[in-house]
């Protein structure tokens, strides 16, 4: 079956852009994270779903961070006014339900890198 | 101190070797460990979690957990070229948000 997808794959922003980054979950999941992975380093936390709702953000680096999942099922991450700091890898993952949430299916990614 | 440590490697060895990887955590709390392998620009793939202590077996991989002293393993026997990837040690607790705390991966590369 369809896994996680995230789009675009790859995006380069110029210093002060904002950018906004997909992710499809696998269908029927209930819970949806972000995550971002600098290299060479394991992925750290964003943020989590439980269907629409936004039940966690304490992993957002800055306000310039935002999330939404208005329909429960896509997700948006954006990011505004983007600084060099901000470059990075971020993965969107899935899980079936929250009392399952070690089971995390992830995305592809979006290599995030910011001139 | 991090929750979750994990020797970032590099760690080469040749084809057929066995491969051990190791971390150790610091929060008592967390009940479910999780292995994770990813490929380069890739996302991570889980290969295995399990529950409290003991060892959990899926073909060439054998996933340990020793909770009284804080320890994470993962051995593949008849390492295959096809294994060269970072490996992540992860953690999880429905006390803690529902999150994965990961390890900072482990880089193998299995030479022919």
């Not at chain 2, 070797?17 to 991570?44: D, E, H």
């Not at chain 2, 393993?73 to 006390?95: E, G, H, M, N, V």
Request: charged share 20%; aromatic share 12%.
């Amino acid at each position: 079956g369809a896994g996680v997808s995230q789009s675009p794959r790859y995006k380069v922003a110029k210093r002060g852009q904002d950018v906004a980054l997909r992710c499809d979950p696998i269908s029927g999941h209930v819970s949806l994270f972000w995550y971002q992975q600098a290299l060479g380093q394991g992925p750290e936390f964003l943020t989590y779903f439980q269907n629409e709702a936004q039940l966690d953000k304490s992993g957002l680096p800055s306000d310039r961070f935002f999330a939404e999942r208005p329909e429960g099922s896509v997700s948006t991450l954006k990011i505004q006014r983007t600084q060099q700091e901000d470059s990075a890898v971020y993965l969107c993952a899935s899980s079936l339900n929250p009392g399952e949430a070690y089971e995390q299916y992830f995305g592809p990614g979006t290599r995030l890198t910011v001139t | 101190q991090k929750e979750v440590e994990q020797d970032p490697g590099p760690l080469s060895v040749p084809e057929g070797a066995i491969v051990s990887l190791n971390c150790t955590y610091s929060n008592s709390a967390f009940q479910y460990f999780m292995w994770y392998r990813q490929y380069s620009r890739k996302g991570p793939e889980l290969l295995m979690y399990t529950y409290s202590s003991g060892n959990k077996e899926d073909g060439r991989f054998t996933a340990q957990v020793d909770k009284s002293s804080k320890y994470i393993s993962l051995f593949i026997r008849d390492s295959q070229p096809s294994d060269s990837a970072t490996y992540l040690c992860a953690k999880w607790s429905s006390f803690g948000g529902s999150r994965l705390t990961f390890g900072e991966g482990t880089q193998l590369t299995v030479n022919p």
